[in-house]
Nanobody, 118 residues
């Protein structure tokens, strides 16, 4: 059973940076497409970014140029480097994993809170 554990969230000022991590256990990390999602208060969970098994990435438009998703297969860890943070980035951030190149995400972490104040 795959387990995902996020860390690195916190409270920062607008313009600051944070790096989120997601540690993966119970599976072969390099076999999975990995993603980051977020959910702001009162809103639905939204896609933020994904990274393929070979390192290709896709981002939601609102974070392009500010966020970078990466993975270290040797450490079984997914990252999200977030720069130039804005108050609208405030949300609980979740990592997710799936085996297929498309379709539903089968595994989720418990989330980590990111709060950006102006």
């Amino acid at each position: 059973q795959v387990q995902l554990v996020e860390s690195g969230g916190g409270s920062v000022q607008a313009g600051d940076s944070l790096r989120l991590s997601c540690a993966c256990s119970g599976g072969t990390f390099s076999d999975y497409v990995m993603g980051w999602f977020r959910q702001a208060p009162g809103k639905e969970r939204e896609f933020v970014a994904l990274i393929t098994r070979i390192g290709g990435s896709i981002y939601v438009n609102s974070v392009k140029g500010r966020f970078t998703i990466s993975r270290d297969n040797a450490k079984n860890t997914l990252y999200l480097q977030m720069n130039s943070l804005k108050p609208e980035d405030t949300a609980v951030y979740y990592c997710a994993a799936r085996m297929a190149s498309s379709g539903p995400w089968g595994y989720w972490g418990q989330g980590t809170q990111v709060t950006v104040s102006s």
